[in-house]
């Protein structure tokens, strides 16, 4: 039973505890049907979900690590507590089960396996092009603890991550998709996720074939984890007529070593928006895709989870010196240092927009988002305070 390590800490513990919960997915659905054989549990096979939260008792060290692939026995969670998740439930859209384990260490370090890409698509469109004597619109949508950014004009738009909070039920990520009603959006629209974790994408799991047709094409990072969700939501692409294309790792200046740095994309970049790929690296919030897009009056800072100091050092070489609005990374969590007087030289003015909900992580963190009041002259907008938000560009 091969697995890939979505999340480490999918319930965050308290600092005390050495109890952890991860979130697993399978490599084939066929595993989670062992799974339930193995653990006498009656067989789902109606149920599409695959992912597993798996609350084990951790050793001192992590044995597992985030983005990373395991052969596992199954027999290994013959004394786990298994529960089915509902879809009514908090991950319904995702989440297939939730299996406690007794108080006993396990070691996953001895099972590491190696990764399974999925083969997709190299490239995607060519230049992002908005008409230029067309108002441009930042659209931050409220999508709980995830991310969910659009650039509208009166032709197009332009989707950065599809994402919903992962403690949404599936009705809940029903209703936001239905609160967007993309199958009744006449324009054209282009989607980019900006790396593949679930809260960036869970929103495409719950669209019917109407919606789905409207996404036009979707361009991620490469090296997407070929597990049992990865192939439901690209058969439902593939249903609905729409591509999935991936962008290889940005080869980094020698300058870089081993560090990961964002990297400007000239073939797909244009006047309007500009695409910056990451070099490759372990860590998939850093390895992903950036996006600013430059209006007529200021210019929008799609982060994903990237790191301040990584935006900082890429982006202002490309962008014209106008006022910014920026989408925080990582949903105003911890995203490496926020260096106040270099943003502040760097760009005339800097609005910032946090998009969270709900969460167990304490995510804002009060320090951060003390600092980007600081950066901004005011408190950042914030989606759980205001619902979703929208700016001009």
Known sequence: MRVYVEKLDFIPASPSSRRRTLLLDTENFVDNLRLENQLQQPAQEERSESMLAIEVEAPPWKSMKEGSW????????????YRPILQEEEGGTFLRARLTGPSRPIDFTEYLSQPNFAETQIGGEGELVFDSDDPLQLAIIDCGQGNW???????????YD??????????????????????????DITTFISHWDVDHYQAILAMSMADLSKLGSITAPSQLPNTTTFRRLTNSLSAAGVPLYSLPPASPPPSAGQRIVLCHD???????????????????????IVLAIIGPERTAILTGDHHYSKILQALPAYLPNKPVIMVAPHHGGRAGTLDLNSWRQTFPKIEV???????????????IETKLSTLQGSAPHITRVSGSLTFRL
Do not use: C, W
């Not at 395991?70 to 507590?81: I, K, V």
């Not at 950014?149 to 989707?159: A, C």
């Not at 309007?272 to 690296?281: E, H, K, N």
């Not at 927009?353 to 009060?366: D, E, L, M, Q």
């Open 70 to 81: 395991y052969d596992l026995d199954p027999s290994l969670f013959e004394d786990f507590d």
């Open 149 to 159: 950014n659009e650039v509208r004009s009166t032709k197009r738009v332009l989707i």
């Open 162 to 187: 599809i994402g919903a909070s992962i403690r949404h039920s599936r009705p809940e990520v029903e209703q936001l998709v239905r609160n967007r009603d993309l199958a009744m959006d006449p324009r």
């Open 266 to 288: 000239n073939n797909r970049s244009s006047s309007q928006v500009q695409l910056f790929r990451a070099s490759p690296g372990r860590s998939r919030n850093q390895t992903g």
């Open 353 to 367: 927009a946090i998009s969270v909900g709900p969460n167990s992580y304490g995510r804002p963190f009060k320090s």
